[in-house]
T-cell receptor, first 110, second 113 residues
Framework: GQNIDQPTEMTATEGAIVQINCTYQ??????LFWYQQHAGEAPTFLSY????GLEEKGRFSSFLSRSKGYSYLLLKELQMKDSASYLC???????????FGKGTRLHILP | DAEITQSPRHKITETGRQVTLACHQT?????MFWYRQDLGHGLRLIHY???????NKGEVSDGYSVSRSNTEDLPLTLESAASSQTSVYFC????????????FGPGTRLTVL
């Protein structure tokens, strides 16, 4: 079966740094996505890692270790608008089908 | 600007009725997907399509059907709505020729009474 694990909830302070972890055990792997989803809205694309290592995009960075089945999303200089759910998703094969984790709800405190 | 839209945004129906949720994208993407999102389950794949006249079952396809008669549209039909199908439904599309990234529509909140 497919298994993607991430913490259910996290809390952090405005201006701080937070790391959201994701571990996966899947039948195939072609890449890992992170999506952001504000309450009542659609998921929006943040990052896609195919190769091992860290990719930085402004305040957000995403890391992948394929050998460990592990990824994290790093958010720096947290802002109140970063309060949202963050979804980890694995692209299983070259057929564009994605399996999503249950998401991590991030609360930002002033 | 290219976009992906869903209609209706909210729907209340009764058990046993047939319901169709529309999804329309103007990106000319070849792939389209339907998900449902429920508390405690995250996003689960219902059906997907890689092109015109192609449809495939996802993880939770029972009680749902789709058809793809053109590139832009992938309507989702609930043949006989059940209370267990109360959920938020998201449509997504991607272009496998350029990227694996899926882009999501705004969602439809369906309540089955």
């Amino acid at each position: 079966g497919q298994n993607i694990d991430q913490p259910t909830e996290m809390t952090a302070t405005e201006g701080a740094i937070v790391q959201i972890n994701c571990t996966y055990q899947t039948s195939g792997f072609n890449g890992l996505f992170w999506y952001q989803q504000h309450a009542g809205e659609a998921p929006t694309f943040l990052s896609y890692n195919v190769l091992d290592g860290l990719e930085e995009k402004g305040r957000f960075s995403s890391f992948l270790s394929r050998s460990k089945g592990y990824s994290y999303l790093l958010l720096k200089e947290l802002q109140m608008k970063d309060s949202a759910s963050y979804l980890c998703a694995v692209n299983l094969n070259r057929d564009d089908k994605i399996i999503f984790g249950k998401g991590t709800r991030l609360h930002i405190l002033p | 600007d290219a976009e992906i839209t869903q209609s209706p945004r909210h729907k209340i129906t009764e058990t046993g009725r047939q319901v169709t949720l529309a999804c329309h994208q103007t990106w000319n993407h070849n792939n389209m997907f339907w998900y449902r999102q429920d508390l405690g389950h995250g996003l689960r794949l219902i059906h997907y399509s890689y092109g015109v006249h192609d449809t495939n079952k996802g993880e939770v396809s029972d009680g749902y059907s789709v058809s793809r008669s053109n590139t832009e549209d992938l309507p989702l039909t609930l043949e006989s709505a059940a209370s267990s199908q109360t959920s938020v439904y998201f449509c997504a599309s991607s272009d496998s020729r350029t990227s694996d990234t899926q882009y999501f529509g705004p969602g439809t909140r369906l309540t089955v009474l």
